[in-house]
């Protein structure tokens, strides 16, 4: 992917007097979980006499995907198919606690809970049953079929004692990731587990606004183990738009900065295609290898940006959000500069074709009403 997007950059920049294109990478690594502090998360699950598994998970659903997620991990481990499951959302008087939905966590800590709690419950009911390690569980209605070495065996759970709940089999379990605080020297272990990732950003900057085009990014993750690939893709792309305002749009400036015309958040058409790629490692403390990928993938977005643009112009912009006068503002800084390359010369100059009026550096525009938009085609956004 490297290679390729590099060749395609600098073909395409053969061109000395049109826009000019980049590529940059980033990498991070990222903990999953509250950093050297207690971490548990509690999932209880049950059986009732109308043959439903009820999950009560206290786990709060903000987007990521976590009713789904934990749902597919504790069916999993209890053998039954998703559609078994009946969920109890966050209730305080119902469901046990599952700590907080942040720190990219609830896959990782709440899920190994449910697949605990999953596997507490499969046998409970293997007990009942009479039945092998190796049995398949059928709930039928208020009945529960059990396939188990060529014979199949049928319990009526209406027959069965029950709990206040209508449980006729209840298990519960908490996870708490293993961690180290750290020592006087600053050691320790601080995650149990930790994420990995890099992106790689091909953009195009237009010279005389300074606007930048966003064509591709690849970002590759380390997610352990899908569990839903669709809602781990679905995560990685929310955290590249959440990256793409920080580097290009998003900026508070106290007094002025009071609604949506002058803080900019990304759209749907600033957003460019999104290569996701979804490395697989297994981690052995995840629940079947899984582990958080929620603010992983927010991470190198900015950095690998902000590198495509240097790459793009040969001139680093250090002051986020890279606004299109300050694009303009670093390359004239460079021209400045005895050491500047002839090639960076050769785009300063394409600049100064433009007044020194026209566009401040202050960010200001000429008009004196504060900031002028700039959204120029699908990906290419910016502020004059």
Request: with cysteine; aromatic share 4%.
């Amino acid at each position: 992917v490297w290679g390729r997007a590099r060749q395609e950059a600098a073909d395409f920049n053969q061109s000395k007097n049109g826009p000019r294109r980049g590529v940059g990478v980033a990498g991070l690594w990222y903990g999953c979980g509250n950093t050297a502090l207690p971490n548990p998360s509690t999932i209880k699950v049950g059986l009732n006499r109308e043959g439903r598994v009820v999950l009560f998970q206290g786990a709060v659903d903000i987007g990521q995907g976590a009713n789904t997620v934990i749902s597919q991990i504790c069916a999993d481990a209890i053998g039954v198919p998703l559609d078994a499951i009946v969920r109890v959302g966050a209730d305080t008087d119902t469901t046990p606690d599952a700590g907080k939905t942040s720190a990219s966590r609830q896959t990782f800590v709440s899920g190994n809970a449910a697949f605990a709690a999953g596997q507490s419950l499969r046998r409970r009911l293997l007990y009942l049953a009479g039945a092998s390690a190796d049995a398949l569980l059928e709930p039928d209605g208020p009945t529960l079929l059990v396939h188990d070495r060529g014979e199949v065996r049928s319990i009526d759970l209406t027959e069965l004692p029950a709990d206040e709940g209508g449980m006729v089999a209840v298990a519960e379990a908490t996870y708490d990731p293993p961690t180290v605080p750290l020592d006087e020297n600053g050691q320790g272990e601080p995650y149990a587990v930790f994420g990995f990732g890099a992106q790689l950003t091909e953009l195009e900057v237009d010279l005389e606004l300074g606007t930048v085009r966003l064509l591709k990014i690849t970002a590759a993750h380390d997610v352990g183990r899908a569990v839903n690939p669709g809602l781990v893709e679905g995560q990685i792309e929310g955290g590249i738009a959440q990256g793409i305002g920080m580097a290009l749009m998003e900026e508070y400036v106290p007094g002025r900065t009071d609604n949506l015309h002058d803080y900019l958040i990304p759209t749907i058409g600033d957003v460019p295609e999104v290569v996701s790629i979804l490395v697989e490692s297994n981690d052995p403390l995840g629940p079947y290898g899984a582990k958080g990928i929620g603010e992983h993938a927010l991470v190198p977005t900015a950095p690998s940006i902000l590198n495509a643009l240097r790459d793009a112009i040969g001139v680093g912009i250090r002051t986020l959000p890279a606004t299109p006068d300050r694009v303009l503002a670093a390359i004239r800084s460079a021209q400045r500069l005895d050491d500047v390359p002839g090639d960076q010369l050769q785009l300063a100059s394409i600049l100064d074709q433009r007044s020194e009026d026209q566009v401040l550096e202050t960010g200001i525009s000429q008009t004196g009403d504060g900031r002028q938009h700039v959204v120029d085609g699908p990906g290419q956004v910016g502020r004059l």
